[in-house]
Structure formats: structure tokens, C-alpha cells
């Protein structure tokens, strides 16, 4: 199994991730070295949110923001020169959205927040939406982008939605009944049950949901094969950000007090793992179809782990 995660993810990547998968606004710029500062993204693509830990509200961490690493000329992106600092600015949102963005609280238009610096922009926003339980729908912030030397972004408006879609699908036409094994849909996140003679696949939750995507990011990182010393120091590296996150599975499952510090441990971990994988970009000990995907495989652990606690 192991040895196809690479080209099996590649292949989903290609051909354009499923909706569950972690997504990228990737921010560059549309000439080398200067211009007007741009975000890639479909913002025809909703945010979706789920209902927060603490019951108050939804939330969300997809999209999540990161660098455009190589230049994209079909794509009218370029990266942002070394050390350029990027600030998120709101210009307009609904009152019930807001954002919170590494402990910045962003309310109301003109509020903005640090993304990061080149070569390391990979954060993940934390999409709020303050409604009660029961209201459901589609709202919308418009933000733009900002930094020194170049022109500010055009104004990107995103839609959050907590509407709900349906957590089981069906795999047999009715008056069908299931055969062994023939609602093994292949996918860990998934409970695959047969009620009423029909495949049902339910989303895994709360830990379950975690560790399902711990196996294919593991995986990813296993079949890495650096071949200089440069090369296995940034493996290793991601390796340790890796482990931080099974301790505090853990921790939950035993209903430790150490658990909430775990869990922001390994949140952190995983932002700082998307940091690693860019360094071995740059060093060649990965290749950026790797990174995409292991990049990709992180933020789907990370959009799981800050749903664990409140």
C-alpha cells in the first residue's frame, strides 16, 4: 500500500481533490519579483463549516493559506521574494462571520492579521460563524491581501456555509441486498455498514477522523527517499512533527487534563510541518508534486485535530 500512496495521490491532486480534502489559497504575485499581489483559488468553492467543540457556533480551517513556492506562468503566478511579509485585510463581512487568525480576532471591516514571510506562509484562519444551533445557510467575508514592495491584492470574497450534506451514501439500488464485503468502499475514513440491504459510508469522527488520515500522511512521508544528508534531516524533521499528534490522541482517549495542551501541540506541529516540507523544496530533497501532496495530507490531520477539543 505504501508504495502507491505517492502516484494515487498525485492522481487525486491532478485531478482535482474531493471535497473533504484540505485546500490552498496559494498567494504570489501576477509579475516576478514585483506587481500586484494575487491569491490562487477557486472562490466559487465554498467554506465549509462544521459545529464547534464548545457548541457555540461553526468553524472552519479550510481553505488554509500558502506560499506559491515555483513560478506558474499558466497560471499568472510568480513567488514573493524572501522575507516579504503578507497581512490578511477584511473589507467587508457579514456580523455574524468572523475570523480568528492565530490569536488575532477579526471582526469588522479594516481588521487585519500577519500571515507569515517567505517562504513560509502556511496558516490556517479559523473561519466563525455565530449562529445558533438550528440556523443554517450561506454567508460571506470579503478580505484582501498586503505587502510592503508590492501592490495590494484585488478583493476576494469567500462564502461560509454550515449547511449540512448528507453523512451517508448509498451503494446498492433499492431491493437490493449487500454481499460480503461489497460495502468496503476502500476508504479508512468511512464506517461502512449494510442497513436494509443497502451500503451506508459514514464519515468517521473525533479521533477516529484523525487517525484515518494519519495512515496515508505516514505513509507519504515512508516512501520519501532522500539521498543527501540534507535531505534526511528534513524527513526526520517531518517525522517529529508527525509523532506530536498520536500523544494526544491519546491523552482524549484517556480523558487526560493534559489533553487541550497536546492538541494545541499538535496543531502546531502540523503548521509547522507544511513549513519543513517548503525548506525541502528549496534544498531539492522534495520534489513539489511531493510537497503538494504531503502538504495537503497535513492539512487534512490539522482540520480534524482543532475539532477535538473546545
Not at 481533490?17 to 498567494?27: F, G, S, V
Not at 490556517?124 to 450561506?138: K, N
Not at 510592503?148 to 441486498?177: D, E
Not at 443497502?198 to 488520515?213: E, G, K, L, W
Amino acid at each position: 500500500m505504501r508504495a502507491t500512496w505517492f502516484a494515487v495521490g498525485l492522481g487525486l491532486l491532478l485531478a482535482g481533490p474531493p471535497a473533504a480534502a484540505h485546500e490552498h489559497m496559494y498567494i504570489g504575485s501576477d509579475r516576478p519579483h514585483r506587481g500586484t499581489l494575487v491569491l490562487l483559488y477557486d472562490f466559487m468553492r465554498k467554506f465549509p463549516l462544521v459545529p464547534a467543540p464548545d457548541g457555540n457556533g461553526f468553524i472552519g480551517t479550510d481553505p488554509a493559506f500558502n506560499a506559491q513556492i515555483n513560478d506558474d506562468p499558466a497560471d499568472g503566478i510568480y513567488h514573493l521574494r524572501r522575507g516579504t511579509v503578507v497581512r490578511m485585510q477584511i473589507t467587508a463581512m457579514d456580523p455574524q462571520v468572523s475570523v480568528d487568525f492565530n490569536g488575532v480576532q477579526m471582526t469588522a471591516a479594516g481588521a487585519t492579521a500577519r500571515i507569515g514571510h517567505m517562504p513560509y506562509l502556511h496558516q490556517h484562519p479559523q473561519w466563525l460563524l455565530h449562529v445558533p444551533a438550528g440556523v443554517y445557510g450561506d454567508y460571506h467575508l470579503s478580505f484582501r491581501v498586503t505587502a510592503h514592495g508590492y501592490h495590494p491584492s484585488a478583493v476576494y470574497t469567500g462564502t461560509l456555509t454550515n449547511v449540512t450534506v448528507p453523512t451517508t451514501t448509498t451503494t446498492t439500488l433499492p431491493g437490493q441486498t449487500c454481499m460480503p464485503g461489497a460495502c468496503d468502499d476502500h476508504d479508512p475514513c468511512t464506517i461502512d455498514t449494510c442497513v436494509g440491504g443497502a451500503c451506508q459510508h459514514t464519515p468517521a469522527t473525533s479521533i477516529d477522523a484523525v487517525r484515518c488520515r494519519l495512515e496515508p500522511l505516514s505513509d507519504a512521508l515512508d516512501d520519501l527517499r532522500p539521498t543527501t544528508r540534507s535531505g534526511h534531516r528534513v524527513q526526520q524533521r517531518l517525522f517529529s512533527a508527525f509523532n506530536a499528534v498520536e500523544p494526544a490522541l491519546d491523552a482524549i482517549a484517556a480523558g487526560g487534563g493534559d489533553a487541550p495542551r497536546l492538541v494545541k501541540r499538535a496543531e502546531n506541529a502540523m503548521n509547522r510541518f507544511a513549513r519543513i516540507v517548503d525548506r525541502g523544496v528549496a534544498l531539492q530533497a522534495i520534489m513539489p508534486d511531493e510537497a503538494d501532496l504531503l502538504r495537503t495530507l497535513a492539512g487534512n490531520v490539522y482540520d480534524q485535530l482543532v475539532l477535538l477539543t473546545p
